[in-house]
């Protein structure tokens, strides 16, 4: 889905040249996930996995760095049928967590669940550009894993009969950024919205930063609503995340802000509008400007102009309905459910279709 | 290979094979689960092991010769599903080859094996896995908070089931209707990951922050999601099916009335206590004065002796979560203790220890270190 970051042309070949620091400290063995999604891919063909109910991140060597021909589609019809047929079961059973396009070789990855109850496995599915699936197998692969950091307060009160550790067990979408990876995340129990910055290669593993995150778009209030998804931004040349929260602020956040234990106040760029939830964000550069592709709940697929960006002003009191930046609904993308970048002219989009088919294809920017 | 050709002047012509070559599929239960199954071809003849070598050797792979897959229940709805993923042993010199699925087969589902290479016409062998014994069905046990009384910033409910549930559309079975039976729009924070325990049987649902903090859009658009003075029911569809895919026994309610928003830190300065007499097993309890939140009140408080070493005895909350009992494993000794109460502790609306869920962290309040509000001292006699 989400993540396809600013690895245009030059800036790529920069980082495929030292793309061997990137696999550094993993070992071979196999990847044991309890669960699998959101996913992202970084550079050199690293793809990092998001374990929410371990609270832990896996990067995974998929040795998948064939680069892909110009001319590369993807189109699969009924790609849950198919994942189930693979995986030996019904559609109702498999559920599509995330997908990921490899930014070389243009191979769909698939974070899966095969079954809805607690005994689901976790399987990472590719998909080859004429349409052919597999499951990667994870047995004997390149890895390294990182657990999110528990907060003190957490670590102190540690009974028997305590089995798990709550606080951390949803993910709520990741993504690499210049060397770190970037985790946005919600609490089972306690209601802390995080996002946490971690080095990679995971190196220093456990011990990410932390770091709360308020906006200041309602006045004297912060919402501590969790982010739903994310991308990469540059704002004058400057790396930003954007942020989009269900009901539907766009806040961003200057990325060099992120750092250990700093309270992080977002600029509120646009409010979208009510009863609607973010699924997916891609960004991109069309015709000499830059857009944003936001895929949405109940409103379906926004795209911006963010051309102007770094003039827009600062949302800081009620507004009636929307504010901002100004979208336009792609109204022949329906039923968007996942959302990702292909390649400098295409969206991945994951679409509802007939009988709960969900269909995969790349289709041209708008 | 050895082949018998019969021409029937000159309008067809039919292949009959030798007797040695009678591909036998055969579906071999494995050690483990119940559902571990293997397929092995088996009853060809020596030819034909050797031809199918002799095609391994060209790069051909066996998923070309043997597929296993699921026989849809509706074959209206057949696709051009691929073959079930897993391990080919191709074994000519022992006369087998087996293929065994990765994954183990699905209760309730029918698979069906096929086998064709060469001249030979396909073989199929079908295997159906019985569904699972039933036990009872799943039903709600509890919805906490358990008062009928919640304030207007309430924060979330837990839902806790019999037995595991299944995931990925939990918002389709769970509703929030206003009095006049009106369903409220979009209350619940929805998560895609959905936040369940590790069992799946307890869900948390939280109220989405947006409907109750005060300055925030969606609260002055659309107002809270549930009002002072009103009455509400939250409804649990027993369509709602459970990890083995059964619905619910029975649909669930709860109905409440809503209170003023409670924008008041915990304080543990004001809770009130009671100690048990030395010697005996019964119960420390810790009388909040209000409610606190199920899941962190179940879990964060423990409880030491003077010189830190941790009493081991399991919590109990009462009282509509109000009342939190301490029943130690061994009789109490005489002397003191305290009780660590974390600043992360939540009452129903998500004020913290000494910090309102509404305060904003840029004014400087340290959540951390409350003085004095941390510990409780007590003494046993």
New interface residues.
Partial sequence: MKKYFSLLAGSFLAIAAVGASWTEGMVSGKVELKSIGPLAFGPDGVLLMADAKSAALVALDTQDRVPAPASAQVHVKGLNQKIAGLLGTEAEQVLINDLAVNPISRKVYVAVSRGRGPEASAVLVRVHHEGRIEAVSLENVKHSRATLPNPPADAMVGQGQRQSNPRLESITDLAFVDGRVVVAGLSNEEFASTLRALPFPFQTAGKGTSVEIYHGAHGAFETRSPIRTFVQFKVEGEDHLLAAYTCTPLVQFPLKELQPGAKIRGKTIAELGNRNRPLDMIAYHKGGKDYLLLANSSRGIMKIDTTDIAKSESITSRVADKQGLAYETIEAWKGVDQLDRFDASQALVLRKAEGGALDLDSLPLP | MKRLLVLWTGLSIATVLWAEDKPVLTWQPLPGSPSNYRVEVSGLGAEMWARLKSERDQGIEPERWLS???V??DLL?A???????GRFDFAPEKAYLRFE???A??PG?R?EAVFRAGDLLPVRATLSIPNHPEGPPTRVLSIYPSSEVLPENL??FYLVFSG?????HIYDFIELRDEWGKTV??PF?????E??????TRL?L?I???RI??????L???GPAIKAGRRYSLRIDSKW?????RPLAAPALKTFRVAPPDRTPIDPLTWRLATPRAGTRDPLVVRFGEPL?F??AG????IRRAGNA?I?G?AELHALESEWRWIPDQPWLAGCGVI?V???L?DLA?NNVGKA??V???EKVDR?SVPGRNEISFEIR
């Fill in positions: 296993v897959r699921v849809p229940k709805k696709l051009d599903v691929p073959a079930m993923g699925p990765d994954y087969l699905e589902l698979y924060l979330k595991s549930m299944s995931r990925g729009e979009i924070l929805e998560i895609d990951e936040l369940w325990d590790a069992a799946q948390t939280f989405d922050p947006g903090k005060r300055g925030v859009k969606p002055e658009e659309v099916p459970d990890a083995q895919g939140d899941g962190l879990r964060l408080l423990s941790e081991a399991r660590r974390p600043s992360i939540e998500g869920f509404e904003d962290v840029f951390n």
